[in-house]
């Protein structure tokens, strides 16, 4: 594995390690991760050389995402969010705007966030019902966003918004200070990834210049379908190959050192070990066929989507099934929370869920594989 992984895994342990526990009791935004993720460089992954970034791409997206999300899943969920948000300015935005948020970001350890999905359009995230009001070179935006990772702490927000050209969407960037955002933090109860801070947002007459549009009108669901998805969808299956992985080091360590009173440990069970060989089979398998994706994405190959979407969907699943085997290697301590594995297969929950859900991207799967539009 190369060098941005094994630099993830290394800061994960120094930056990330320490606060992983209180973020899920406390559901508490890593706010001291995050601070090092600027200063250590990571943030400025994906931004250009010549912007002053480290120029990575995807690749380099999936493995930090992995390393961080073996140590933390909602650290790394955030910051996987930040990363599409970047590309897609790389991808489509102005120089001046880049310019300006790209500065920001390198100089204050700012980051950035996705706020498109909605109460109504849930899963469907880039159909909107928001309004958007142009006047001149204004517009006026009103409408909620229902769940947006990293609100209030990230400092810009990507939304999606119908355009003025007719049927089509357009891709902004809203500050976090734009008179008329709020944020209805309480909301945010999760099941796991508790300090996501996943909170609606509420979209108030902000109005906004055309400066903060990302790309020409009517660009956005080419914005969404070219690069928010590639690098999203990527980044998730990197993100649920990290909690696999992390099960089964857990569940490893337990069942080597569950000891019983005639001296024999947990892993001396023949159905124990079927049980740690499956998990790992599975997390591996996750892993494996995520990196593969991100390298056909990065070499632009023909089945790249297709490896795109398995590894996804693949991932999600496995590590909710890594999560059920390995409650099962760690009986009664795992289930007594001794263990952090209910947390992990807490986080592994929301694989299946978040935007393209699994179930949507397996549709788009067998689209992809027939040769039909998606979506
Ligand atoms: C931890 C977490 C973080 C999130 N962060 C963000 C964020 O930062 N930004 C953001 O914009 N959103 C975010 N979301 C929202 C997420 O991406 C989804 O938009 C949201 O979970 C959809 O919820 P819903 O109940 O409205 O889904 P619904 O649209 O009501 O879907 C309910 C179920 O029906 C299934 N379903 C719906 N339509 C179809 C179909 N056509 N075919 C097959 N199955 C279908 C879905 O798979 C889903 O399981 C986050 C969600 C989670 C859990």
């Known amino acids: 594995m190369n060098l941005i992984y094994q630099e993830g895994k290394d800061f994960a342990k120094s930056y990330i390690e320490p606060y992983t526990e209180l973020t899920d009791k406390e559901s508490r935004f890593p706010e001291e991760s995050f601070k090092e993720l600027g200063e250590k460089g990571f943030l400025k992954l994906l931004i250009p050389e010549e912007y002053g970034g480290l120029g990575k791409g995807i690749e380099e997206h999936a493995q930090a995402c992995l390393a961080f999300a073996e140590t933390c899943a909602t650290t790394a969920l955030c910051y996987m969010m930040h990363n599409v948000a970047v590309m897609c300015l790389v991808a489509h935005g102005s120089d001046e705007l880049k310019k300006r948020i790209f500065t920001d970001i390198i100089d204050n350890g700012t980051f950035m966030a996705l706020a498109y999905s909605e109460f109504g359009t849930g899963t469907h995230f880039y159909i909107t019902e928001m309004t958007a009001e142009v006047n001149g070179d204004r517009t006026t935006f009103n409408g909620k966003k229902s769940m947006v990772t990293s609100a209030s702490y990230a400092s810009y927000y990507l939304v999606l918004a119908p355009s003025a050209e007719e049927g089509k969407i357009d891709n902004w960037v809203f500050p976090l200070e734009s008179k008329g955002l709020s944020f ?129 969907i693949f991932a999600s699943e496995a590590a909710i099934e890594c999560g059920r085997l390995a409650m099962r290697v760690g009986g009664g301590k795992a289930y007594n929370k001794a263990l952090p594995l209910e947390r992990l297969l807490r986080d592994a929950y929301a694989g299946q869920i978040m935007a393209p859900s699994a179930d949507v991207l397996s549709v788009w799967l067998g689209k992809a594989l027939t040769g039909q539009m998606i979506p």
């Open 184 to 312: 209805e933090l309480a909301e945010w109860n999760g099941l796991g990834m508790r300090g996501n801070s996943s909170s609606p947002v509420r979209i108030d007459h902000v109005t906004l210049d055309s400066s903060h549009r990302i790309g020409a009108p009517g660009s956005g669901s080419e914005q969404v379908f070219t690069v928010v998805a590639p690098f999203f969808i990527t980044g998730l299956g990197a993100i649920y190959s990290g909690i696999a992985l992390h099960m089964f080091a857990i569940a490893a360590d337990h069942a080597a050192n569950r000891r019983y009173p005639d001296g024999s440990t947990l892993s001396h069970i023949e159905t124990i070990q079927i049980h740690i060989g499956e998990i790992y089979k599975q997390a591996s398998a996750a892993k494996a066929l995520t990196m593969e994706a991100a390298r056909a994405g990065a070499s632009g190959e023909a089945d790249a989507l297709a490896k795109i979407l398995s590894a996804r």
